[in-house]
């Protein structure tokens, strides 16, 4: 059994990550940690999440001690935490034994350049962001198995990616039309807190971010090729669908386009490569990753979707799929049961 | 063309003011105010609700200056404000011409102790308090053609006096049983503002403010009877449906029961005696309440439901409707189109 | 007062219209129709539709006979029927003085090759076909005008030309690139019947339609250019939300993209420009499109976005300021209160 | 390992059960099935229910031999059909080793005249009757352990029978005033079909089913008092909120009747007694009831609420316990993970 911490429990990822520590057959909750002064310090997990009302799990106040210590008294430590806190973190955290998964957007970025335009504060741990490894798990998978610090990708890339890369390793993309990702997240994506953005009523389905967002750099870095990302928020609680339109290179067919995929996902049973396009509800709850595609041989344009819910694959069950990539697992477990 | 102004014109409540003056045939805005402090001072209305896009309407800081020239500017002032607001100001905006309507809660209960258990402050506008006209349209209907200062009813005791009163009032209930009142809400009656409770992901349907919510003694004063009321939290945006469930005097027929209602609401446009029982959808946006009722002989239980909007007939429209009767017109006018 | 009637009122549409003509200063309803066979012969609509529980229209199934009176007896039909009944029911229709606006797709596409591909029958009325008009109501006023026989545009359409038109007529879009479209509709758009499909529990965001729905050549023969457009169902009633991705020709700006929708919409109250991306619920219940738009400068995309209420802009709403502008009055006359 | 047959995988609660035989450690899936002529038979169950798509079980129609041939192939035959089909099968399906748990209400109510009543149709199978064991799985655990045919109890009577069988059987009910249950259930209450009902537009919160629902004898007949049973359907997927209103006998304090919940579930791990009302989504794809209540000590007046998810304790979970009971396993195995 590896003993597991989780830092930043009391938000949507970490409550998950807790859920998902709980059902997994070689995973033990060594500690659920919040920030040194968040008012939820002290109280039972279920006291914030009702879904959680069984389980035995106090929120304990992090502090620069607990830190020191978890490095060498557990074997992973998940961070979900905000950008500043796992960056500022990450050198003590890693300094151990524990391996580190970080759940933030701190060390996704190479380019600190890039880094500081999108998430607006200098990154200043370039040994941390040297050694990270982008735990992208399915294309990923030799670099992740050998890494100490992790930095799970974002709910929109994971989504992006899963249905990009295919086309782009294999030179599918026409390189003169950008592919345009359109997605839709539930709220669940904005974080648990106040906010009159993510309110009942004020939430229905509208563009944000538009041309500015922080997870285009980070699709473009990993694809390799300029996107066009509009994210928008939708009125359900769980989920991403990516809906991606590519202008692919000439005489590409739909037989060429459909064993291109198959290729890339045949063994990576978090992948299901659907046969029709895919709902929101297939994924929720599930750590998979929906695809469908089509293609209009005649324009050479296709159109692919992907499903996820963004806490699960987004965020927890991928940082779990990368640990079991880690300690030699089959990716899948205890997340497909 | 009467004038009117609407003091907190920033929340859903005020905005569906806006909407209805704006649509109503002898009315004109003369202005809509914020709190002093409102980091919404200024902006025009539609950049907080994106419904009003197309009005043109600034939302002025009020002060005390203004409060004391709206009493002889306008002749209508709707106070969308919390309580103590409504509580403060009332002796200066009742001074002059002005009639005021309060869609607060700082009127409607005539007994000080009950109001400042409650509310959690003590009342202290005695003068204000026994002017006001609690206004219930359909059955306050002289009193609020006279009055100066009307409260305008709860969103909850709306929908159970319009149920209970024709069985209270003919004397039909069994004076051994409460009825039972279980009501859901929408999230606009939370008022618009940052909040965990009302944030997307963490509405789902559940009880609140169990045997102790403030619109208990507010059914109880009008009803004229007790009552237990329970308040529900749902996952839609506008409206309340209550459901209640009463046990009749002896011997009351199905066809006494339907008589009763049809009396009491012959002609009355804003309520319809329906069918079949009616769906929160079928009066969302609309000035409506919707009542059907079934009773089992046998036992002597009936149960009625009544749907409402509860930013309507909860607190705008039926605000409207006051200042019909208090200006001889129509009641529907401006609501029903 | 025009007399009007409704054809296939039992619908969203239909009852959409109802409440519309009953808002209407200048139109008198009289008659609503349903198919012959309809189990809803001879109810009152507010039977079928909760929210006109206080309308008096009876549903009156239709027959050749009426459909022949009708030319005579009244000044407007509307048609919300199948596309097959608008295609064989319009040389009868258009054969008196009453002028026609069909709410089906049956007059809007010119092309009876493209059609018959698309709605999978022969268009075999070919003089309808000539005469009729795209009731683009901010875009062929002049035709609209002077028209017998109206097609009102479709609901994707409506909210994707007004995004798209103020670009392809003043020649700002790449060529190269085709406009990527990808909106997003409530489930209203589906119309009102049993259907697994549209079952709440089945209904959850995914695309349908792809590289191949209707709506497709219906944009592309009103923009004059081919697209790229992927509709989706989402869990909303009411609304569409078109995000529409477009390279633009070299070296516009933003402010020059800024003038070209000043101009376009200047003195066009229905379309709203907005400060900021619309919401769903923005325009739900409203006739209004409102829009925004950003472009990045240095790669030469925008991204605009457009909001209808689908059953309102998307259908109804759109039909009667087609009304509004075939008896001169002011386009929003009954629709902006 | 223990062999499952599933009837009737093609609904909801079917595909429920096929997901959680999946993940129990001691049950392997030996069949799923479908009715003789259904539409769905010979395609796989991720074809229907999209959460399901890496889940390799094929639909077979059902048949006399295959009744058969299960008695003796199978330890455990899972019923999700239809009433009719439960009540004539059941002779057949009981006859060999296989124990059957039924989740239809066929041999819910021992007493065939009021069956007949509210199923519309005569009970014939009288000795399946006199053997079934209803399937309270936390009341009649004894009786469970060892049946042969289990009717496991309906949704709206699980809730409601959680909440007041501690009191009932504790003697803390006035028995002059009837206990008020009103109960809101998720959509998939319904069942997977098409119906304009279930239609995603037209479901809106509304009472159904008033003083008449087939749940209310089953109800009474388990709690033995009778009460007054109010079902509403609500606007979300899965979860029913039960708010159950109760008189109780005089003098009955707080602290009893905390101490009547807590002894009442002590050991019973499906149960958790709340600290505060709970909410549908604490307990939506999830096997517990969670359970809160507050006592008016004024006026012996008492609000309890339970929370299920209807697909789960409701239905398929609750089978999966009494399983567990009956193979003397944890009731919680495969169920909390």
Redesign the interface.
């Known amino acids: 059994m590896y003993k597991v911490a989780i830092i930043g429990a009391s938000g949507?990822t970490g409550a998950q990550l807790v859920q998902l520590v709980?059902?997994h057959p070689s995973l033990t909750l060594a500690g659920t940690y919040v920030s040194e002064n968040s008012a939820d310090a002290g109280k039972n997990i279920g006291?914030l999440h009702?879904?959680l009302?069984?389980v035995d799990a106090t929120l304990t106040p992090i502090s620069n001690e607990i830190l020191v210590a978890l490095t060498s008294q557990v074997d992973f430590i998940f961070l979900a935490t905000p950008h500043e806190a796992s960056h500022d973190w990450m050198p003590t955290l890693s300094s151990g034994r524990a391996k580190v998964l970080d759940l933030s957007g701190a060390f996704r970025l190479k380019d600190t350049a890039v880094f500081e335009q999108f998430y607006g504060f200098a990154h200043t741990q370039k040994n941390s962001l040297d050694v990270s490894v982008y735990g992208l798990a399915e294309w990923h998978e030799d670099k992740i198995a050998n890494a100490s610090v992790i930095a799970v990708p974002g709910c929109y890339p994971t989504a992006s990616l899963t249905a990009l890369k295919p086309l782009a390793e294999n030179g599918l993309l026409d390189a003169?039309?950008?592919p345009?990702i359109?997605a839709?997240s539930g709220?669940?994506g904005a974080g648990?807190?106040?906010?009159?953005t993510?309110?009942?009523?004020?939430?229905?389905?509208?563009?944000?971010g538009?041309?500015g967002h922080r997870h285009t750099p980070e699709i473009e870095a990993y694809l390799g090729t300029?996107v066009?990302f509009?994210p928008?928020l939708?009125?359900?609680?769980r989920?991403i669908?990516a809906?991606i339109?590519v202008?692919l290179a000439p005489n590409v067919s739909q037989s060429q386009l459909d064993a291109v995929y198959q290729d890339a996902y045949n063994g990576k049973?978090i992948v299901?490569l659907?046969?029709s396009?895919?709902?929101?509800?297939?994924?929720?709850?599930?750590p998979?990753v929906?695809l469908h595609w089509?293609?209009?041989e005649a324009?050479g344009?296709a159109?692919v979707?992907a499903?996820i819910d963004n806490v699960m694959k987004g965020a927890a069950s991928q940082a779990i799929q990368c640990l079991n990539i880690m300690t030699k697992q089959p990716v899948e477990t205890g997340l497909?049961?």
Chains 1, 2, 3, 4 share one sequence.
């Open positions: 949507y709980q059902q006291a009702g879904n009302a069984h003169n039309v950008r345009v359109n839709v709220v669940s648990r807190k106040a906010s009159l993510t309110s009942f009523f004020e939430v229905s389905l509208h563009a944000y538009v041309l300029p066009i509009t928008h939708g009125n359900f609680k989920g669908l809906t339109t202008k049973p299901r659907r046969d396009f895919p709902k929101i509800d297939d994924v929720a709850h599930t998979f929906d089509k293609l209009d324009s344009y159109v979707t499903a497909v049961l």
